[in-house]
C-alpha cells in the first residue's frame, strides 16, 4: 500500500535530519544561559518600551516586568533586557518541564511541518487522535473514566464538564465546591470561584454552594454536615460535586484522603456526579492524576486537566457520555502543542518522574527542606506552612499580609528569582517547580529567597 503524502511527510529522513539539526542550533544558543544574571543595561530601554507598550495595549500593567526574550534553558528564562531569572512558576503551570527542552521543541517543530496549524473537533487530524489514545490510556489505569474531549484551554474543559454534569442530572443548576475554590475566568467558572476581586461589578447567579475545606481548624465531620445541609435544603437541584483535590489560587492546601471519601460516598449515595477540577494538580503530586494520589479514582465521574497537557481535556464515564450537540467548538488545540503535549506525557510516564521516588517527589521533598531550614535558620519564623503537593508547593511569607507577600514577590524578581501568589489571609507565594529542577538550581533558590526575605525585614 502506498503511504499518504501525511506518512511520508512525518516518515521523510530529510525533514527530521532538518528537524535535529534545528533542535542543535537551538540548544546551542541556549546552552549559553548558565544560570541568574543580571539586566544589560544596553537592553533595557528596548525591554522598558516592550513592558509599558503591553500594558498600554491592555489597558493595565503587567504584573511583572517580564517580557522574555525567546531564550531560555531548563528552569532559567531569558528576558528582553537581557536578564537571566530562575522560573518557578512556568507560565502557571504550562512548562512542565522548563525552557528549551530539547523533546519538547523537537515536537513542537514537528508538529509545525504539517498542514494545519489548529486542529478541531469537526476536522481533526492524526495528531489529535494520538494524543486523545495517551491521556485515555492514562486516565483509565486507575479510575472508571473511560472518554476524553479536547479544548483550548482548562476554562473550556471545565466548561464542558459542568454542561455534562447539568445534562446528566436533567438541567439541575447548583453546584457545590469548597470555600476558597477556583474554576476560571469565562463568567460561569468566575461564579465557581470564590474570589470577590476576580469578580467585581460581575452578577451573582446564586447557583454555588460552599463547603469548609480541610482545616486544623475545622473538624472534618464538619465538612460533611455542611453538605447534607446543602442537599436536605437544596435536593435534585444539585447538579455536581467539583472540587480541586488541592486548593490551587486557594493557597496551596492539601487534605488527607480521609477527608475526601465520606464527601464522595455521600455523593454516591445522593446520586450527586463527582466532578475533579485536576487543571493544576495534573502530573504534579507524583503521579499523573491527584485522585491517584489520594486513592480516590474510583468515585470520580468526570475530570478536567490543561496546563501540562498543552491544550485542555475533559474526561467522563460510560454513564456520562454527553448526548450529540452538547460539546463542540472551532478549536480542539494546535497540532505543535498536541505533539508537544504527547512528548511530556511520554516523559513522565517512561523516564522516572512518577511514584513515591520519583523525580518529582525528590524536587518536592528537596524544595521543601531548604523552605523549613531557611525558616529554622536565617530566615526565623518568615516562612512558616511550607508545603504542598509535589510539584506544587507554597509557604506564608513574613506576616502573611497581602502588602508583604506583594513586596516580597516583586522583590523575589527583582534578585533574579520568579514565583506567584495564591490564597488570602494568610496570603502565600507558590512555586509550580519544573520536573527539570536540580538540586544546584534548589540551591540558587535558596539563595536568592534568604537574599530578599532579609531585604524587607
Avoid at 504539517?114 to 495517551?134: A, H, M
Amino acid at each position: 500500500m502506498t503511504p499518504t503524502l501525511g506518512q511520508q511527510l512525518r516518515n521523510s529522513k530529510e525533514i527530521n535530519s532538518q528537524l535535529d539539526n534545528l533542535v542543535e542550533q537551538v540548544l546551542a544558543v541556549s546552552s549559553k544561559i548558565s544560570g541568574v544574571r543580571p539586566a544589560d543595561p544596553g537592553h533595557e530601554p528596548q525591554s522598558s518600551d516592550d513592558v509599558k507598550a503591553i500594558g498600554g495595549l491592555r489597558g493595565r500593567p503587567l504584573f511583572y516586568n517580564y517580557v522574555g526574550s525567546g531564550a531560555g534553558r531548563g528552569p532559567y528564562v531569558e528576558l528582553e533586557d537581557g536578564s537571566v531569572k530562575l522560573d518557578l512558576i512556568n507560565g502557571i503551570g504550562i512548562h512542565l518541564f522548563g525552557h528549551a527542552h530539547p523533546r519538547v521543541i523537537r515536537a513542537t517543530l514537528k508538529g509545525a511541518t504539517f498542514d494545519i496549524l489548529q486542529q478541531g473537533n469537526l476536522q481533526p487530524n492524526v495528531e489529535y487522535r494520538q494524543f486523545s489514545e495517551k491521556l485515555a490510556s492514562l486516565v483509565r489505569r486507575n479510575s472508571r473514566l473511560q472518554y476524553v474531549w479536547l479544548a483550548t484551554c482548562g476554562t473550556i474543559a471545565n466548561e464542558n464538564a459542568l454542561k455534562i454534569s447539568r445534562q446528566k442530572k436533567r438541567g439541575a443548576r447548583m453546584i457545590v465546591t469548597f470555600k476558597n475554590a477556583f474554576a476560571g475566568r469565562s463568567t460561569m467558572m468566575a461564579e465557581i470561584t470564590d474570589n470577590p476581586t476576580f469578580k467585581v461589578g460581575m452578577p451573582d447567579y446564586n447557583e454555588v454552594l460552599r463547603l469548609p475545606f480541610y482545616s486544623s481548624q475545622v473538624p472534618m465531620d464538619k465538612t460533611l454536615a455542611v453538605f447534607k445541609e446543602h442537599v436536605e435544603k437544596y435536593q435534585d437541584k444539585i447538579c455536581c460535586f467539583v472540587f480541586e483535590p488541592m486548593l490551587g489560587e486557594g493557597g496551596y492546601r492539601a487534605a488527607p484522603r480521609e477527608f475526601f471519601v465520606p464527601l464522595l460516598e455521600f455523593c454516591k449515595e445522593q446520586a450527586i456526579p463527582v466532578w475533579a477540577d485536576e487543571i493544576q494538580t495534573f502530573t504534579r503530586t507524583g503521579n499523573f492524576f491527584a485522585y491517584e494520589t489520594l486513592g480516590i479514582g474510583q468515585y470520580i465521574d468526570v475530570c478536567t486537566i490543561a496546563k501540562t497537557a498543552q491544550v485542555g481535556a475533559t474526561f467522563y464515564t460510560e454513564d456520562f457520555k454527553p448526548d450529540a450537540g452538547l460539546l463542540g467548538g472551532t478549536f480542539s488545540g494546535s497540532t505543535p502543542a498536541l505533539c508537544a503535549g504527547h512528548e511530556i506525557l511520554t516523559m513522565m510516564d517512561e523516564d522516572g518522574y512518577l511514584g513515591p521516588h520519583g523525580k518529582v517527589m525528590q524536587i518536592h521533598h528537596g524544595f521543601v527542606k531548604m523552605l523549613n531550614q531557611l525558616n529554622e535558620t536565617t530566615c526565623k519564623d518568615q516562612l512558616v506552612e511550607a508545603g504542598g503537593l509535589g510539584l506544587m508547593v507554597a509557604v506564608t511569607p513574613l506576616d502573611g499580609s497581602k502588602e508583604k507577600q506583594l513586596a516580597l514577590l516583586k522583590t523575589l524578581f527583582k534578585n533574579g528569582l520568579i514565583c506567584f501568589g495564591c490564597g488570602s489571609e494568610p496570603y502565600r507565594i507558590r512555586f509550580l517547580l519544573p520536573a527539570v529542577l536540580t538540586t544546584a538550581d534548589i540551591d540558587v533558590a535558596k539563595d536568592i529567597i534568604e537574599k530578599s526575605i532579609r531585604e524587607l525585614s
